[in-house]
């Protein structure tokens, strides 16, 4: 390169060069850089749409003149917001008699060498001390990014709502990469490619599933991605992390940390496993796969298999898991050990070749907790004692009742509703008797619940966490029926509570029939005054005695109170010696206040709905 070749490169656009060396359309570019955020969020608070989409339209028609006016407000802003977010991209737009381009650039330095790293966050993923300088210079990827882009510009636009919109995004990645990396060979930059390859492979195992390229960089032909190309990127790594723990015998949880805390030692054991064939890992069955084999080891059909003891059940699920009829090796899929390989040499080119994880320095010792004192496990029985105490003692109340007179359920409930005096008397008497014992449930923990899950089917304890729900759910059952996993004990809090629940009834009976009522009520001495005076200038009833208005009554029928606002008829009920006093419909009332009549009138049509929702 001379000297005029170098000038002119440090002048260029790199990404630009490389856009426009690909496309074959015109290209309208949007620089992320450029947005004032400022003002862009000010204008986006205000709701202002034009004024927020008019930044993009300036870089638009800077351009081509005038060009933005094709563009809906919209579209401008949506553009903005995706300019923005997704880093560079190309969107086809076909809306024009000659279809264009839109092209957005590089955001910052995120594209720059020593950057990508954090672009693709694997410097946020993995220790950044494990991970080797990219190699190249920037002008090189920035030009290699734009041909990427360059070449979505030629492909088919994607509708959202194709079915196959995943498939066709993965190929047109594909297509794009390989033309990106067909220049950077030509141009003698092989280290770059690579790397691109690295990063794609990396990222795939990240979840990119629709950038996962990296399989298709040395192809010769490449004749489309195909859906189980996709499945392959989908699926690649939960096959690897299961081959990973074969090799090395630990759980798969273990196989997922290690690929981040050793990246090399988790590719080593990648590779072992290849070899080995150990990908794809055995791996347990589906339940429905599961019991339609018990059920026919059993001879029986899968809708009564549940019908059986639990230890019929676990019997032959344990024979058929000794047989490895339980396992299979999963689907099959051409692709998916070239995505592994792939990631392990990934793996090779970007991390260093050791990557053993730093021991953290020494700390405390995080010590026990101490065993519980006698004193605190008095305490802590007592507390659930009396938690038991409250939520059980509805449930004793009812048992004393129906013991002393043998009532079922529904006899119970029919005594409870048409003579509660009578059942709290029996209740009274049989905290005399004993009629029934005071003792509460306790359940079992689910470790307790599992030793005897263990004991009944005859199993490791280990292995009871291990069983399908068809036998764990039907051995939980057989104990609940048994009452096994539960035990009565005494709680000496429970008579309290009934006491207390019998005598709050009793009060509560007390304060009700002496309540007045409108037939033993006696008139207020004191006339009510205050704000709300002005109600009490007609007379109370409609001269037979019958209020026409109940404030105390329950019953909404009775607090249709015509054109009086529900503020006022609140504030009636919060004035006792006013809602003592029944009030005649307030349209018919003599109102000598000008200003009231003025405020009824007003009010009159806007609260006719309220009060006639009462009613």
């Known amino acids: 390169m001379d000297v005029v070749q170098k000038l002119i490169r440090i002048l260029q656009d790199d990404f630009k060069v490389g856009t426009e060396m690909r496309s074959g359309k015109p290209i309208i570019y949007i620089d992320p850089n450029k947005f004032d955020l400022w003002k862009l969020g000010k204008d986006a608070s205000r709701k202002d749409l034009d004024a927020a989409a008019s930044q993009l339209a300036k870089q638009f028609d800077d351009q081509y003149p005038g060009i933005s006016q094709k563009f809906s407000a919209p579209e401008l802003l949506a553009l903005t917001k995706n300019s923005l977010e997704l880093g560079p991209f190309a969107d086809k737009r076909e809306q024009f008699e000659n279809p264009i381009c839109v092209v957005n650039q590089p955001k910052g330095n995120e594209w720059k060498a020593d950057k990508i790293y954090e672009t693709f966050q694997l410097s946020t993923q993995f220790n950044p001390e494990h991970l080797k300088p990219l190699p190249g210079l920037n002008s090189v990827w920035a030009q290699m990014i734009g041909e990427h882009e360059g070449e979505h510009c030629n492909q088919e636009k994607i509708l959202n709502n194709d079915p196959e919109i995943d498939v066709k995004m993965l190929d047109g990645e594909i297509r794009s990469d390989r033309a990106a990396i067909e220049t950077l060979r030509a141009e003698g930059h092989q280290d770059v490619v690579t790397a691109w390859e690295a990063l794609r492979a990396i990222s795939a195992a990240n979840g990119d599933a629709e950038h996962a390229t990296s399989i298709f960089f040395d192809e010769p032909e490449f004749n489309g991605a195909t859906k189980e190309h996709l499945d392959a990127a989908k699926t690649f790594l939960n096959e690897m992390n299961m081959g ?103 793996t090779r080119f970007l991390f260093v070749k050791d990557t053993t994880p730093t021991k953290p320095e020494s700390s405390t010792p995080v010590q026990s907790d101490p065993e519980i004192s006698e004193q605190e496990l008095a305490e802590q029985t007592a507390k659930e004692l009396e938690k ?69 089917l005859e199993i490791p304890l280990e292995e009871v966490s291990k069983q399908p729900s068809f036998i ?143 009613a």
């Open 244 to 346: 990973v723990a074969t090799n090395l015998g630990i759980p798969i949880w273990d196989a997922m940390s290690l690929r981040f805390d050793d990246p090399q030692k988790y590719a080593n054991a990648a590779e072992d496993a290849l070899k080995k064939g150990e990908i794809p890992a055995l791996r347990d069955i589906s339940e429905t796969d599961a019991k339609k084999l018990v059920a026919q080891k059993m001879g029986i059909s899968e809708d009564s298999i549940t019908e059986k003891p639990a230890k019929e059940i676990s019997a032959a699920y344990q024979a058929l898991k000794a047989e490895g009829a339980l396992q299979d090796r999963g689907p099959q899929n051409p692709h998916t050990n070239k995505y592994i390989q792939s990631y392990i040499d990934g």
């Open 472 to 614: 764990s759910e039907t051995v939980t059952q057989e104990l609940e029926n048994e009452g096994a996993l539960t035990i009565k004990r005494d709680n000496p809090y429970l008579k309290e509570k009934i006491q207390n629940i019998v005598q709050q009834y009793r009060q509560d009976k007390i304060d009700e029939d002496s309540k007045p009522t409108l037939d033993n009520e006696t008139p207020p001495t004191t006339p009510a005054s205050g704000k709300y005076s002005y109600l009490m200038s007609t007379p109370q009833n409609d001269g037979k005695g019958i209020p026409q208005i109940d404030l105390r009554s329950e019953d909404k029928a009775q607090m249709k109170i015509g054109c009086l606002s529900a503020c006022e008829y609140f504030a009636t009920k919060a004035d006792p010696v006013l809602a003592a006093q029944a009030v005649k419909p307030l349209q018919s009332a003599e109102i000598n206040d000008p200003t009231l009549k003025q405020k009824v009138a007003s009010n009159a049509t806007s609260y006719l709905s309220t009060a006639n929702s009462l």
């Open 388 to 456: 038991d105490a409250d939520y059980e003692a509805g449930t004793v109340m009812d048992e004393i009742v129906k013991e002393s007179l043998g009532l079922n359920d529904d006899q119970l409930l029919e005594l409870v509703t048409q003579d509660p005096d009578k059942y709290y008397d029996l209740i009274e008497e049989g905290l005399k008797k004993g009629t029934v014992p005071l003792q509460t449930t306790k359940r079992f923990s689910q470790d307790e619940i599992d030793e005897l899950i263990s004991k009944k």
